[in-house]
């Protein structure tokens, strides 16, 4: 029991000392060798009726996870302290009313008040969110995120 314990732990330990480690790439391993049929059981009819690999996924639900990633990330560490609650007038994403006249402006005017700052009626936007060190891109992926939520 207590080898057990302490080969987990171990096991556990190696796991997680890999975690957060950027720039490091972990060699893949080997793909199985197909399996080998001897000549006394192979014939065309067995060979035919084998099962194929299953297929990727679809790329539209691959692109569209991967597409909002970035966007949600910079949402939840700088955006979410005032859209999530509103705060300031901020529209909450998924508030289709809200939301909507300001996407019938279009993604570039959304893009330049985000990123310049903006104030209106219902509050206002400090440039990038309050934190200067965002990047364009970040920004951007942001709004992309946001309006993804409230279409």
Do not use: N
Request: aromatic share 4%.
């Amino acid at each position: 029991m207590i080898k057990t314990t302490a080969m987990s732990t171990i096991a556990l330990a190696v796991l997680l000392s890999a975690c957060g480690k950027s720039g490091e790439s972990t060699p893949a391993a080997p793909a199985a060798p197909p399996p080998v049929s001897s000549p006394a059981t192979s014939s065309p009819a067995t060979s035919a009726a084998q099962t194929p690999p299953p297929a990727p996924p679809s790329a539209p639900a691959t692109t569209a996870a991967a597409d909002t990633a970035p966007g949600m990330s910079t949402y939840k560490k700088v955006c979410a302290l005032c859209h999530a609650a509103g705060v300031g007038g901020a529209p909450k994403p998924g508030d289709k009313t809200d939301w909507g006249p300001r996407i019938g402006q279009g993604k570039e005017v959304l893009y330049k008040h985000a990123l310049e700052g903006f104030t209106g009626k219902k509050g206002m936007m400090p440039p990038r969110g309050g934190s200067p060190a965002l990047k364009d891109d970040e920004v951007k992926a942001a709004v992309d995120y946001m309006v993804s939520k409230s279409e």
